[in-house]
């Protein structure tokens, strides 16, 4: 089922802080107005799969998605039945009428081996390999973990999709810049790409090359499609996978390496790349792009930082002014962590959150 959001194109600017808004307001509504008449944007799809007590952790999310990006967002929403009514009753309270639509999703796997997937790893991961054939009219996604949050537009990595070659189909982050601390290359009893592997938390994929493409692969000689490859996979190595789905898309790159685009590690920024020291040099020179709170960060007391940038988007109410209502708010947090490794590099964490609010104004300031 697919949904407009709720609130109208016209309240929705006049939401906007008195410092930033006035009479601007009203000449950027008309502007934009006139302008999405004639020049129709292409709408980004972004994929999430919430299981169990993800329900705020997606919506916080979703929340940060919307927040700066400016293209209009699809969000496909693979939830259990029982969250569906809670998704729903949330996302149509969100603004932006035109910019947001949502498709709710149950979570489903081919019924011959349901009880497989369903167990691997988490009880929901897994869904994620099944996007490319459930989501047939799709052309291109972009996947995120429940624990993800955009500091800057999805536009952004979004543009990525035109950045790749002819043969690849999918991009993603290393699991690691450090192979001193990684995993994969320590301890993986399987393939895996690269030299530290590589991360699925955040995954672009031009669909429609992935249902295209047939697959080199360990278990015959004859290239296989993804909606056959994926059950063969799991039989061979469920005894050797410890990360469930990310080990088997690990495994099918291995294979396929020209297949994969990789993007820096400020698109994926994670504790590992501050809990032993800084170890991502993309985002100490530009910040970071895409924070990644897994492990449970975000709920925890373990890691500071990454709680104080969640806290900071969950309580930000659409149309306060983003630099008094969320920005000076969470420094003065981050500066409270400084007690540990990744608090020591705060400003990482709010270079280019700065940079997007400073960005986000200015469109606005020229939409008069």
Known sequence: RCKNLSVSFWNSYWMLPSDVCGMNCFWEAAFRYDYMK??????MHLAVVACGERLEETVTMLRSAIIFSIKPLHFHVFAEDQLHESFKDILEEFPYEGK????LYPITFPSESAAEWKKLFKPCASQRLFLPLILKNVDSLLYV???ILFLRPVDDIWSFLGKFNSTQIAAMAPEHEEPRIGWYNRFARHPYYGVTGINSGVMLMNMTRIRRKYFKNDMTPVRLQWGEILMPLLKKYKLN???????????????????LYVFPCQWNYRPDHCIYGSNC????????FILHGNRGVYHDDKQPTFRAVYEAIKN????????????QPLERELQKTTHTYCGRVYKVFIKQLTKSIRDLYARRSKGR
């Open 38 to 43: 004639t020049h129709p944007s292409e709408k």
């Open 100 to 103: 947001v639509n949502y498709t």
């Open 145 to 147: 973990d429940t624990d």
């Open 241 to 259: 996978i410890t990360w469930g789905d990310q080990d088997l898309l690990n495994i099918m790159f291995f294979h396929n390496p020209e297949s």
């Open 281 to 288: 040099k993309a985002a100490e020179e530009e910040g970071i």
């Open 316 to 327: 930000y109410s659409f149309g306060e002014d983003l630099v008094h209502s969320l920005l």
